[in-house]
């Protein structure tokens, strides 16, 4: 059962933007602090950018501050990713995910994931 839809996803040239967007689905997560992973063919799946669920608190890996944005509104049970500036290593499938807590870098303790949208920069 699909709780996370992550939607937005395609194909950009280098130096460009994408948006995504990460809505709840048959249950709300507005409560929930909510995170976008990457992971990119043979990697691991990575750390991208936390919210917490009044959006008074972010976090951003290192490789994306400056270019991404993590936002959300609550009033649509959403999170969305603005990425700017993509670069051919920022390719990899993104994912949505959320946890009942603070904000975490690490996967394992977010339980509910999104099927993913692929992301491809071209240079």
């Known amino acids: 059962q699909v709780q996370l839809v992550e939607s937005g996803g395609g194909l950009v040239q280098a130096g460009g933007s994408l948006r995504l967007s990460c809505a709840a689905s048959?249950?709300?997560?507005?409560?929930?602090?909510k995170a976008w992973f990457r992971q990119a063919p043979g990697k691991e799946r990575d750390f991208v950018a936390a919210?917490?669920?009044?959006?008074?608190?972010?976090n951003y890996a290192d490789s994306v501050k400056g270019r991404f944005t993590i936002s959300r509104d609550n009033a649509k049970d959403t999170v969305y990713l603005q990425m700017n500036g993509l670069k051919p290593e920022d390719t990899a499938v993104y994912y949505c995910?959320?946890?009942?807590?603070?904000?975490?870098?690490?996967?394992?303790?977010?339980?509910?994931w999104g099927q993913g949208t692929q992301v491809t920069v071209s240079s």
């Open positions: 995910a959320a946890r009942s807590g603070e904000v975490v870098t690490n996967s394992s303790p977010y339980g509910y």
């Open positions: 048959g249950r709300t997560f507005r409560s929930y602090t």
């Open positions: 919210i917490t669920w009044s959006g008074g608190n972010t």
